[in-house]
Nanobody
Framework: QVQLVESGGGLVQAGGSLRLSCAASGRTFNSYGTGWFRQAPGKEREFVAAITWSGGNTYYADTVKGRFTISRDNAKNTVFLQMNSLKPEDTAVYYC????????????WGQGTQVTVSS
């Protein structure tokens, strides 16, 4: 079992920055990859970024590439999403997820944190 708790969301003006955190507990943190997803009102949940268990590989959606950075601190069981140059279209609930059983298959999810970008 893995528990994921996101934090760091909030209201920011366009062009601003936010840093999301996801604290994990349960299974050994450096045994699985983690990802960030988001869901805007009326839209399906979409992939944002992912990072492998070692932090050696990262992946990004085209819409956030160059603006967002995913990282992890295995000593603190935490994964981060640094979001810069935020746009109103980045407004969504952001979810942290873990692919514990199968790489790339996210089977544990956090409760989400709201990010609102005003124009």
């Amino acid at each position: 079992q893995v528990q994921l708790v996101e934090s760091g969301g909030g209201l920011v003006q366009a062009g601003g920055s936010l840093r999301l955190s996801c604290a994990a507990s349960g299974r050994t943190f450096n045994s699985y990859g983690t990802g960030w997803f988001r869901q805007a009102p009326g839209k399906e949940r979409e992939f944002v970024a992912a990072i492998t268990w070692s932090g050696g590989n990262t992946y990004y959606a085209d819409t956030v590439k160059g603006r967002f950075t995913i990282s992890r601190d295995n000593a603190k069981n935490t994964v981060f999403l640094q979001m810069n140059s935020l746009k109103p279209e980045d407004t969504a609930v952001y979810y942290c997820a873990a692919d514990v059983e199968t790489p790339g298959v996210y089977d544990y999810w956090g409760q989400g944190t709201q990010v609102t970008v005003s124009s």
